[in-house]
Nanobody
Framework: QVQLQESGPGLVKPSQTLSLTCEVS??????????WSWIRQPPGKGLEWIGC???????YYSPSLKSRTSIFRDTSKNQFTLQLMSVDPEDTAVYYC???????????????WGQGTQVTVSS
C-alpha cells in the first residue's frame, strides 16, 4: 500500500523559497513506470499541476512555473522535493504530492494523493 506524506513549512515569506518534501512508503520512486508529481490548489481555484519527476529521474514542469521550479529526489530516502523560488501571495495554496501513471493510450492520471499541506505566503 503506497502512501505519500507532504512536509515542510506552512508559512513562507514573500520572495523566499518554498520547499516541500514528499515521503513515499510502500513503493519505490524508481519503480517503472510511475511519475511523482506536485499539484496545488489555491483557495477558491482549481487544481494546478506543477511538475513531476519520473521513475528515471527526468523532470517535467508546467510552462507557467518552470522558471521558478525545481523538483529533485533522494532515492536512498525514497522521497522527492519541490522548491518554488521567489514566492508571492499568489502561491498560497494547498500543495499535494501524488503518484501518476499512464493508460495504454498515454493518458496521465493520478493514482495516489498525499493528504495535502497548506502553505501560506504572507504579505
Amino acid at each position: 500500500q503506497v502512501q505519500l506524506q507532504e512536509s515542510g513549512p506552512g508559512l513562507v515569506k514573500p520572495s523566499q523559497t518554498l520547499s516541500l518534501t514528499c515521503e513515499v512508503s510502500g513503493d519505490s520512486i524508481a519503480q517503472e513506470f510511475y511519475y511523482w508529481s506536485w499539484i496545488r490548489q489555491p483557495p477558491g481555484k482549481g487544481l494546478e499541476w506543477i511538475g513531476c519527476i519520473a521513475y528515471s529521474g527526468s523532470t517535467y514542469y508546467s510552462p507557467s512555473l518552470k522558471s521558478r521550479t525545481s523538483i529533485f529526489r533522494d532515492t536512498s530516502k525514497n522521497q522527492f522535493t519541490l522548491q518554488l523560488m521567489s514566492v508571492d501571495p499568489e502561491d498560497t495554496a494547498v500543495y499535494y504530492c501524488a503518484r501518476e501513471s499512464q493508460l495504454p493510450d498515454n493518458t496521465d492520471y493520478v493514482e495516489k494523493w498525499g493528504q495535502g499541506t497548506q502553505v501560506t505566503v504572507s504579505s
